[in-house]
């Protein structure tokens, strides 16, 4: 009772951290007390650095992680695929795009063969097949055979020349050969089902459209032909069975086509493959170099704002904001960030030239934020926690190469060694890669031509080249990546990236870095044995 006599709400005491304990690093400590004001003249890398719990007032499910690939594309998540030839071809560029990313195609490809590549990312519909195998009349049942056992399927579509695009002329299914497999030789044009027993759609049939012919049909298979009956597509059951609306599909806001990236070099035939790359309908295209502060990439960011404007550049890699005003000057849309710290890399074992990743993230993208420039976080990426480090750090995406690189997506065929199922990764600096191609993003000379063969004439490597271990299909590994680092903000009181970079910039997000002991703490430990599993 007051004195009154009136009852009293009671009053909520409003408490308040004083300077002295915010001060005192009970909390932890700014990026800026870290990363510019400490004497220490160290660079940090992920695993140095710990995020401070934030205070959690939202669900899971409302943590927004979209972001900015470059000033102009935007996201649904921030994940990327490196242009490496063990990570990036049209398969993984896809499964990124459907799942809120995007995939960069390397550029160990001839132009031609590159720029079909991303075709077939532009081309896609999900639950169609753009590339199916085909094959002609004259093939034979062995051929079927073989097919079957390497792809497991038998419901090959057979055209006049064998080829995707040529005239539609019948079918081959298990049924077919059933009893026709002990003679190989046997032709499929006594075999097959012909061409005027088939139900085919037309091009621009929708997948209800194709659901409710399958369903009449009860076919397994259903070509799609154009106007000239020659296959533009084929839509399997299995498929329309399995299939997922991907809502967070980055895709063109005009076409609906998938978002998609490329890679090239620096040199004068870079032009004339980035107009190919542009032609085939390419999003965004990723200077690729080691060292991306050279005259060769500001003369080629220059040319390629200029010569196609509406197309967005993504330069690099810089690891210094010296570094990068020189891109951002010749108009580049994006930077990409790190340079000898991947897994595969030895750039700075090489040439003693590099910077831990933390650091470098964190000073990049401080610069690069006046100019309104995101950056990609490129490298050193070992689990969803080094994700998150590098957003609430200023990424505004992480690049990925040996995450991604066992994934069933992913170039290559797997192997086992000692019980464990692998995939070949290497480095875009090894001498396997570079014999391939990428040499070009290692080595750089003026001059004639002879004092640039002169210049490769002896390959240094810097990459090696490995395996990694199996790590299953897209479909499942982006989601668990996505919601790891949905968790890691939700737990630092982060709702968005917007809001990460906001707290990041203004002070109120807090760090420590962690001591050996504490790195080793903060990992499974104390066991005698274990089994870690990620989903």
Not at 32 to 39: G, N, P, T, V
Not at 321 to 332: K, M, S, T, V
Not at 388 to 414: H, N, Q, R
Not at 417 to 443: H, I, P, T
Request: with cysteine; hydrophobic share 40%.
């Amino acid at each position: 009772m007051t004195e009154n006599g009136n009852s009293s709400k009671k009053q909520k005491l409003c408490y308040e951290l004083d300077e002295e304990t915010l001060n005192s690093g009970a909390v932890g400590f700014t990026a800026s007390d870290i990363f510019i004001r400490s004497k220490a003249c160290v660079a940090y890398t992920y695993d140095d650095v710990i995020m401070m719990p934030g205070h959690i007032g939202f669900g899971l499910g409302d943590v927004d992680i979209s972001t900015k690939l470059t000033k102009n594309i935007s996201l649904k998540v921030p994940f990327v695929s490196s242009p490496m030839d063990t990570v990036t071809e049209h398969r993984m560029a896809i499964s990124m795009a459907l799942q809120g990313g995007i995939g960069i195609i390397h550029s160990n490809f001839s132009v031609e063969d590159q720029a079909a590549q991303v075709r077939k990312v532009k081309r896609f519909k999900n639950g169609f097949i753009t590339d199916p195998i085909c094959l002609s009349p004259d093939s034979t049942v062995g051929d079927v055979v073989a097919l079957k056992e390497k792809h497991g399927y038998s419901g090959i579509p057979i055209t006049d020349n064998g080829q995707m695009g040529g005239k539609l002329v019948g079918i081959v299914s298990n049924r077919d050969i059933t009893f026709r497999s002990d003679d190989f030789s046997l032709k499929l044009s006594e075999v097959m089902t012909p061409r005027e027993k088939l139900s085919v759609a037309q091009q621009g049939i929708d997948l209800k459209e194709a659901n409710e012919i399958l369903k009449e049909t009860k076919k397994g298979k259903l070509p799609v032909v154009n106007d000239h009956d020659e296959l533009v597509a084929l839509i399997a059951r299995t498929d329309l069975l399995k299939n997922i609306e991907f809502s967070n599909a980055s895709k063109d806001a005009v076409t609906k086509q998938l978002l998609v990236g490329a890679a090239i070099g620096t040199r004068p035939e870079d032009r004339t493959r980035a107009a190919a790359l542009v032609e085939a309908g390419v999003d965004v295209i990723v200077v690729d170099s080691s060292q991306g502060d050279s005259l060769y990439q500001i003369e080629i960011v220059a040319h390629l704002k200029e010569t196609h404007p509406k197309l967005q550049v993504i330069a690099g890699n810089v690891v210094t904001p010296a570094q990068a005003i020189n891109l951002i000057q010749a108009g580049a849309d994006g930077l990409r960030v790190g340079m000898g710290i991947g897994s595969i890399c030895t750039t700075q074992e090489v040439c003693a030239v590099g910077r831990a990743q933390a650091s470098a993230v964190f000073h990049v993208a401080k610069f690069a934020r006046k100019y309104g420039v995101p950056i990609l976080a490129d490298g050193g990426i070992k689990s969803t926690g080094h994700i998150t480090k590098a957003l609430a750090l200023g990424a505004s995406c992480v690049m990925m190469g040996s995450m991604l690189a066992g994934t069933d997506e992913a170039p290559g065929e797997y192997f086992y060694q000692d019980g464990v199922r692998l995939k070949r990764y290497r480095g875009m600096g090894s001498l396997e890669a570079m014999a391939k191609g990428s040499e070009k993003r290692y080595v750089w000379e003026s001059g004639s031509a002879s004092a640039a063969n002169a210049a490769i004439s002896v390959k240094v490597a810097q990459g090696v080249s490995g395996a990694v271990q199996d790590k299953g299909t897209l479909l499942r590994y982006i989601p668990y990546l996505t919601q790891g680092v949905k968790h890691g903000m939700q737990d630092a009181g982060l709702k968005s990236l917007g809001e990460a970079q906001e707290k990041l910039y203004g002070d109120q997000l807090r760090f420590e870095i962690r001591s050996p002991a504490a790195q080793k703490e903060g990992g499974v430990h104390g066991l005698h044995s274990y089994q870690k599993r990620l989903f």
